[in-house]
């Protein structure tokens, strides 16, 4: 007892003394390195003039510091303006390894709204450097806001990395790829490469170098050689202690060991009902799946036949005409057989002539009718079922569905306006666009109209470019409340079940524009809209259906990076990755693709630009990309 009291009086002690060694390195043990108080501290301005630009940078000092006027103006693709700082002759330079912070207290002004800058550090090394030419010196750079960062931004040298356009301007060996800080001559203050256009005032201030006399990491090797020696001595009395205990560990053990047993059984027994329970689960989900693909197909069979019955009625009164003429035709030439065994005069002839000559006008005018409904509704049935891809005209395959949707819009007081442009051709798959046409109107008929005597829908088309048109349908109905306007494409969801209402119909319009025609959808309805409005776009051309298009979004610096590094060659027969354009991001994206090509040999990688992350991430909620590279 009287041994272990003495250990812990010996540790208390050992941690107070640790803790004051490590107070009195972070406050009572740093230097600082004041270099704006050198009087003889050289500054100068430089703008992107000699680059071609049209920038214009003056630089003085004042009583606040060293001021900075810039004048941004268009004319360089990276207009700029920089302070540059001599902290040190290339003969001597500054080794800043004796330091790990730098402390700046600047001010930036410019348009009204707090401005980013960017500081460097330039290093001179004969190895990519040559005298009296600043370009060559290595650049270590980093971004921040001046308004953001206080009045005395603290800034870890640990945080300056070489920047990516000086390495690609200045190719060097592997030992001089990474940040380098041992003969650093000048520091400079620069405007971020986003500036706006216009007057700029930057103030510098203060500026220090601060470290510590014994560095951090020396500091904690002292800490942990005397923190080793004290557990050294503490296994040393631990050791002696456990042969005492060692007894008492072994009947532990093995009671242990009994335990673990009867937790193994139970773990196992557990793990067959969880096997069995997911196995079930499997078995259900895919039972849905077949489920939902019946529905599916059941969707699309009731529009045909909403089209047959459509169609069917259409064709009733020509086909009714016909008959009626016919039957005329036939009394005339009763009445005329019967003149034959009387009297047959002139005039009893030539009436005979002009009813039977405009009855054959009549007759053959609705049957032709007859017959071109009845073309038209085979070839919008044909559709329906092959879902062939085949050139066509949209107004065509519009006035079709319409023909067939003509019926069950008479039995109602709605209205629908179609605005097409009559030019716009597609080789695509005309069903499925008959079926999108169906199901919108048929939605807008259950939901949109509920409790209104007479409502209003709009078709319309019209071009965006020569590669995609838009189709758009509004009504002027109830519109789509905001807690259910992003369930509308989830399969299954209906706010009329049990009232004509399956859940599958926007379900089927989605998966229609989004994967069969290779389009986009977008519902608007409530604050931003009357009613409901429904904006499809889809290309001229559609996709093979065989064929899957993975989009990936990546920034513009690391598609032009990486299509220099491939330069046309395929991935999977680049081995090395030395080269100076393929930098840790670029890297990344090359396996990634090289991976996706593994895993899917048939599907087209189209790359999106983005700006930031943030576009990034939302691009893929809305599903317009389908990974981030």
Request: aromatic share 8%.
């Amino acid at each position: 007892m009287n041994s272990t009291r003495i250990f812990h009086r010996l540790l208390l002690a050992l941690v107070i003394l640790t803790l004051l060694s490590l107070y009195a390195q972070a406050h009572w043990m740093q230097r600082v390195w004041r270099f704006d108080q050198n009087p003889k501290l050289n500054f100068s301005a430089i703008d992107d003039r000699p680059e071609g630009g049209n920038s214009v940078a003056i630089v003085k000092r004042n009583a606040d510091g060293i001021s900075m006027d810039c004048e941004i103006k268009v004319g360089y693709a990276w207009p700029f303006c920089e302070l540059a700082i001599e902290l040190a002759p290339e003969q001597t330079g500054i080794d800043l390894g004796q330091f790990d912070t730098l402390n700046l207290q600047l001010e930036a002004e410019g348009l009204g709204k707090p401005q980013a800058l960017r500081i460097f550090l330039r290093n001179f090394n004969p190895a990519y450097s040559k005298s009296n030419l600043s370009p060559t010196l290595k650049p270590h750079e980093i971004v921040f806001t001046p308004h953001d960062a206080g009045p005395l931004a603290r800034i870890r040298l640990t945080q300056f990395m070489v920047a990516s356009w000086w390495m690609q301007e200045h190719p060097s060996s592997i030992a001089h790829l990474g940040p380098e800080l041992e003969h650093v001559t000048t520091m400079s203050i620069a405007t971020a490469g986003n500036m706006p256009i216009g007057s700029h005032h930057i103030v510098f201030k203060r500026g220090e170098f601060v470290g510590q006399w014994i560095s951090d990491a020396n500091f904690r090797l002292i800490i942990i050689f005397i923190w080793i020696a004290a557990i050294l001595l503490y296994l040393a009395w631990a050791w002696y202690r456990s042969n005492f205990d060692l007894h008492q560990t072994d009947k532990l053990r093995l009671a242990l060991k009994a335990n673990n047993e009867i937790l193994e059984t139970r773990v196992e027994e557990r793990t067959r009902a969880l096997a069995a329970s997911n196995a079930r689960l499997i078995e259900t989900l895919q039972n849905l799946e077949g489920a939902r693909h019946e529905l599916v197909q059941s969707e699309k069979n009731a529009a045909l036949g909403s089209l047959v019955s459509g169609v069917a009625h259409e064709l009733n009164t020509p086909i009714g005409n016909a008959v009626l003429v016919g039957s005329t035709l036939q009394e005339s030439i009763e009445q005329l057989q019967a003149s034959l065994g009387a009297s047959l005069t002139k005039k009893s002839l030539t009436d005979y002539i002009d009813k039977t000559h405009l009855g054959t006008q009549i007759l053959n005018q609705n049957l032709k009718r007859a017959a071109n409904l009845i073309t038209n509704f085979k070839q919008l049935s044909a559709d329906q079922q092959s879902e062939q891809k085949r050139v066509f005209l949209l107004s065509d395959i519009v006035e079709e569905t319409r023909l067939a949707m003509h019926p069950k819009l008479r039995q109602t007081a709605h209205q629908l306006k179609i605005q097409l442009d009559d030019t716009i051709s597609l080789d695509s798959y005309p069903g499925p666009i008959s079926q999108v046409i169906i199901n919108l109107i048929n939605n807008a008929l259950l939901h949109a109209f509920d409790g209104i005597e007479q409502g209003h829908m709009l078709l319309e088309s019209f071009a965006i470019d020569e590669d995609s048109i838009a189709i758009h349908f509004s009504d002027d109905g109830l519109g789509i409340p905001a807690s259910t306007l992003h369930r509308i494409f989830e399969p299954f969801f209906t706010t009329k079940l049990g009232k004509g209402g399956s859940g599958l119909g926007m379900h089927l319009v989605y998966n229609i524009v989004t994967q069969q025609l290779g389009g986009k959808i977008l519902v608007l309805s409530g604050k931003t809209t009357r009613g409901t409005r429904i904006e499809i776009q889809i290309p001229r051309v559609a996709p093979t259906q065989t064929q899957t298009a993975i989009k990936i979004g990546v920034p513009a610096d690391v598609i032009d990076d990486y299509r220099h590094f491939v330069k046309g060659r395929n991935l999977d027969e680049i081995a090395h990755f030395d080269e100076p354009s393929c930098r840790r991001d670029v890297f990344e994206f090359a396996l990634f693709l090289r991976t996706l090509q593994q895993h899917f040999p048939s599907a087209q990688m189209e790359l999106i630009i983005i700006d930031s992350y943030a576009q990034g991430l939302d691009l893929l909620e809305k599903k317009v990309i389908t990974a981030l590279g």
